[in-house]
């Protein structure tokens, strides 16, 4: 009830939340504490949760925040959102994104913008949440849900927990099952928890992940017991600072978070050392071929012949050009264009395929830093929380906002940020821990001494 409170009072502002599921929470509610009451409840049970509105719910539309999509409502319901209702997790909502998840700002959504809860001091100008799941972060952040799950293909669970001074954590590419969540890049999507704490980002994903038969890329290894990491004494551990992510032009502030998190972590026993990935350059390039040709193809679907929205046509040709011209914002129809520039046979070889070669070298500049230290600790975004008017107008000055994010995602490493201090207007910056691939749980000992 105080969680559909605060929606009531706030999501008009925030518009945080793109369906509110009150009713059906409530009942929710009262089911989990019949459970709660009886003994034995799982671990989730009674805990108000927000759903990006990218993954599939049975029985409550989803979007993907794309009018192509504004009036569908799948019959069946994700695996992750399975296993947090399994779990007893009870849905508020379903949050806000940008479109299909393109985007680090929230401002390319057809359900309009969403407002980060912060405010820089003595100044009301609206700031952008970050994305792609820039209205779970924002919800999170203004107690509009306890926790938000959220996907990541290039930053958007990391970027919007950093704006918004919340905990995100993309998990291992694997970790969790991409079965019913609407497709972006498919070899590059992950879902993870978006929280207020580690812990809690440790209690979530340990009830969304695990090993699922229908997405033949989910891994079978067992999850761990996330949340006895928490706290872990980091002694001895090894903790990797990439001389690449010191950018040109890096501001004397965040360098300043940056060595802040390096003492504290080397008053907590750790190791320092500094690693080279030299590739890094590379990753940004790299992904906007990568991330557009994936979506190219997994956008070819909304055709308006099966599922989502239809404009007719005189023809067949017509009726597709035009549902997918009107379906579609600018940024989308900007990737799908891209997308299926570098993947045509005369383009293939020049941009395809040199990225998936340099994909490799990426990954290769991670494994061999995990041979000499545990962890990396790296920023999480180049600047705080900006105002609305504030995006540059070029995307692809806007894609530079991703350039510490990317990387990890194209290696499938798993990434933690964590809200470490606030800058000199009182904004939000986060550090981002990446660590060994299906080690999660360093990740969580690490991050909680940070916060
Ligand atoms: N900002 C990146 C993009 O626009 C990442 C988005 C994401 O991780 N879904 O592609």
């Known amino acids: 009830n105080a969680h559909v409170k605060a929606i009531d009072a706030l999501n008009g502002r925030l518009n945080a939340y793109i369906t509110v599921t009150a009713d059906q929470a409530k009942e929710a509610a009262a089911q989990a504490d019949k459970t709660l009451s009886a003994g034995d409840a799982p671990t989730l049970t009674g805990i108000p949760l927000g759903i990006k509105d990218l993954f599939c719910t049975k029985g409550v539309r989803t979007t993907a925040a794309s009018r192509i999509l504004g009036d569908f409502t799948p019959t069946y319901e994700s695996t992750v959102t399975a296993n947090l209702l399994a779990n007893g997790a009870v849905f508020v909502g379903k949050t806000n994104l940008d479109e299909f998840a393109m985007g680090s700002t929230n401002l390319t959504?057809?359900?309009?913008?969403?407002?980060?809860?912060?405010?820089?001091?003595?100044?009301?100008?609206?700031?952008?949440?970050?994305?792609?799941?820039?209205?779970?972060?924002?919800?999170?952040?203004?107690?509009?849900?306890?926790?938000?799950?959220?996907?990541?293909?290039?930053?958007?669970?990391?970027?919007?927990?950093?704006?918004?001074?919340?905990?995100?954590?993309?998990?291992?590419?694997?970790?969790?099952?991409?079965?019913?969540?609407?497709?972006?890049?498919?070899?590059?999507?992950?879902a993870g928890p978006m929280t207020r704490t580690v812990e809690d980002a440790a209690i979530m994903l340990a009830a969304m992940a695990g090993h699922d038969a229908k997405d033949s890329t989910s891994a079978n290894i067992a999850v761990p017991d996330y949340r006895a990491a928490c706290g872990r004494s980091l002694k001895g551990l090894r903790i990797g600072v990439p001389a690449e992510y010191r950018a040109p032009g890096m501001s004397a502030e965040l360098q300043a978070v940056w060595d802040r998190g390096v003492a504290m972590?080397?008053?907590?026993?750790?190791?320092?050392?500094?690693?080279?990935?030299p590739h890094t350059k590379y990753g940004l390039a790299t992904y906007y071929i990568i991330a557009p040709a994936e979506a190219s193809s997994n956008l070819a679907r909304y055709d308006g012949v099966r599922f989502g929205d239809r404009r007719e046509g005189a023809s067949l040709n017509e009726l597709y050009e035009r549902t997918r011209h009107d379906g579609f914002g600018e940024e989308v129809r900007?990737?799908?264009?891209?997308?299926?520039?570098?993947?045509?046979?005369?383009?293939?070889?020049?941009?395809?395929?040199?990225?998936?070669?340099?994909?490799?070298?990426?990954?290769?500049?991670?494994?061999?830093?995990?041979?000499?230290?545990?962890?990396?600790?790296?920023?999480?975004a180049p600047t705080a929380a900006f105002g609305h008017n504030e995006k540059p107008e070029d995307p692809v000055q806007m894609y530079l906002n991703d350039v510490f994010t990317?990387?990890?995602?194209?290696?499938?490493?798993?990434?933690?940020?964590?809200?470490?201090?606030?800058?000199?207007?009182?904004?939000?910056?986060?550090?981002?821990?990446?660590?060994?691939h299906f080690d999660e749980e360093t990740l969580i000992a690490v991050g909680s001494a940070l916060e």
């Open 334 to 380: 900007r990737r799908v264009l891209v997308g299926t520039y570098v993947l045509s046979a005369g383009y293939y070889d020049a941009y395809y395929l040199r990225a998936q070669k340099i994909r490799t070298l990426i990954q290769r500049d991670f494994t061999q830093a995990f041979e000499s230290v545990d962890v990396l600790l790296t920023p999480t």
């Open 406 to 436: 990317v990387p990890a995602s194209m290696a499938g490493q798993p990434a933690l940020s964590v809200p470490v201090s606030l800058d000199s207007t009182g904004l939000p910056l986060g550090l981002q821990l990446i660590g060994r």
């Open 109 to 190: 959504s057809a359900f309009g913008v969403v407002e980060n809860p912060w405010r820089r001091n003595g100044d009301d100008t609206p700031l952008v949440p970050g994305g792609s799941s820039g209205g779970s972060a924002a919800a999170v952040a203004a107690h509009l849900a306890m926790g938000a799950t959220g996907t990541d293909t290039g930053g958007s669970i990391r970027q919007p927990a950093a704006y918004c001074g919340i905990v995100g954590l993309k998990p291992t590419y694997g970790r969790c099952s991409r079965w019913g969540t609407i497709a972006f890049a498919s070899s590059l999507d992950q």
């Open 265 to 277: 972590l080397r008053e907590a026993g750790c190791e320092i050392v500094d690693v080279s990935l």
